[in-house]
């Protein structure tokens, strides 16, 4: 795993510990709208993020009493999600990067190979890729293959300019797999954890996104 380009939200203490640490705990995951809801504000705190990195045009604005000179995005990002564990992530951005147009993937962890670990990828709804922006929110970056998959798939859309993935909890195996298959990438992660265990499941993680969100899958 190389260090370079990536970017770790609690790598410095902030609110933003607290949001993880809430995600983490198994008392208050019980609490499935909370668990949701820091998702979103972490979705939020990366997009923030991001934004300080993105090109931007010098703007005036007008006033009823006068005007000011700013600096606004050149232009707006597309914002990509997997659903179902991205979707209240996904909505964090989409509050910061309001106007972005989204690409919806729908991938899933299939049952386990023996050592392997398969992802189906179902459903892809994308808008032009070329030259954009692309902003790509998944909680959890485990194996990273449900990324990698996705992002591949979505090239069929158009070759974006610059690529920003970001994830809530990440394991250094994932970490590595994408910064292998997709070089170009920034990650921006939430925290990095501390390996994968036998099923896959990051440690110590949070459990099943997914689950915790929406509901046991049958
Ligand atoms: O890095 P990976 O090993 O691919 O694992 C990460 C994927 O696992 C979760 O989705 P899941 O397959 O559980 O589907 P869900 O969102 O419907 O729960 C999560 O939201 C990621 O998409
Ligand atoms: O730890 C993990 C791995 C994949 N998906 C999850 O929701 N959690
Ligand atoms: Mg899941």
Do not use: C
Request: charged residues 20%.
């Amino acid at each position: 795993m190389e260090k370079q380009n990536i970017h770790i939200l609690t790598s410095q203490p902030s609110v933003a510990n607290h949001f993880v640490a809430e995600l983490r705990d198994v008392r208050v995951q019980q609490d499935s709208l909370r668990f949701r809801r820091n998702l979103e504000r972490l979705g939020e705190l990366l997009a923030y993020e991001i934004s300080k990195t993105l090109p931007y045009t010098p703007s005036t604005i007008t006033t009823p009493l006068g005007n000011r000179h700013t600096q606004l995005l050149l232009e707006q990002p597309v914002l990509a999600t997997i659903m179902r564990a991205g979707l209240p992530m996904y909505q964090g951005m989409l509050n910061y990067f309001d106007q972005a147009f989204s690409t919806f993937v729908g991938a899933y962890r299939a049952e386990e190979e023996g050592q392997e670990l398969e992802v189906n990828m179902e459903y892809m709804a994308s808008s032009n890729l070329n030259n954009r922006v692309l902003i790509l929110a998944d909680p959890m970056l485990a194996t990273g293959k449900s990324l990698v998959k996705s992002y591949k798939g979505m090239l069929r859309h158009g070759q974006p300019q610059q690529v920003h993935i970001a994830a809530i909890i990440a394991s250094p195996e994932g970490v590595a797999y994408v910064q292998q298959e997709i070089p170009e990438a920034q990650l921006w992660l939430g925290d990095l954890d501390d390996h994968l265990n036998e099923h896959f499941y990051i440690v110590p993680g949070l459990g099943d996104a997914g689950d915790l969100a929406f509901g046991p899958k049958i």
